[in-house]
T-cell receptor, first 108, second 115 residues
């Protein structure tokens, strides 16, 4: 299989701060997604990003496939950003693996 | 205009019972999935169907049986429920492009509690 590791496991921020979440994977992947699981348990798509950089408002993501990592940037964090952030990879076309997540708590 | 829907949202049942969870997607996707999220929030794929055909079957007890009556529906039937089956079950769907790359979209989850 493939190992998908996320760091840090836990992160506490003051509202307005910036942060970077990291996802490392141990083998080449076909695809990578970032999700936000909000406190109500809903999994929300953030980015579909097998390579390159994408931006969506205060969030952006970069995947460097050749070096087997992806980064999620959150700028000017808000309390509504709290929750768990997962990266998920598609490996060997029909295998899907999630990382163990980064739990983010943004304090007002 | 819910994209991926699941019923029920909550399911509380006794050990040994049989239960089903239903999933429907209106995105026109060809591929659907079931995932299990345990108490530590770890997400693991269980099954995947492409156009009603099983393509992924991870190491899951055969008490779990997926059924896909058509490509918009993927149901999960669980026999002889055990305490360890308590978890949140997520359904997901994805298109399947020519490169085989799949962006997945998730349903709201079904929280199963086995007493």
């Amino acid at each position: 299989g493939i190992q998908v590791e996320q760091s840090p496991p836990d992160l506490i921020l003051q509202e307005g701060a910036n942060s970077t979440l990291r996802c490392n994977f141990s083998d080449s992947v076909n695809n990578l997604q970032w999700f936000h699981q909000n406190p109500w348990g809903q999994l929300i798509n953030l980015f579909y990003i097998p390579s390159g950089t994408k931006q969506n408002g205060r969030l952006s993501a970069t995947t460097v496939a050749t070096e087997r990592y992806s980064l999620l940037y959150i700028s000017s964090s808000q309390t509504t950003d709290s929750g768990v952030y997962f990266c998920a990879v598609q490996y060997n076309f029909n295998k899907f693996y999630f990382g163990s997540g980064t739990k983010l708590n943004v304090k007002p | 205009d819910t994209a991926v829907s699941q019923t029920p949202k909550y399911l509380v049942t006794q050990m040994g019972n049989d239960k089903s969870i239903k999933c429907e997607q209106n995105l026109g996707h060809d591929t659907m999935y079931w995932y299990k999220q345990d108490s530590k929030k770890f997400l693991k794929i269980m099954f995947s169907y492409n156009n009603k055909e099983l393509i992924i079957n991870e190491t899951v007890p055969n008490r779990f049986s997926p059924k896909s009556p058509d490509k918009a529906h993927l149901n999960l039937h669980i026999n002889s429920l055990e305490l360890g089956d308590s978890a949140v079950y997520f359904c997901a769907s994805s298109p399947r492009d020519s490169g085989g790359y799949n962006e997945q979209f998730f349903g709201p989850g079904t929280r199963l509690t086995v007493l």
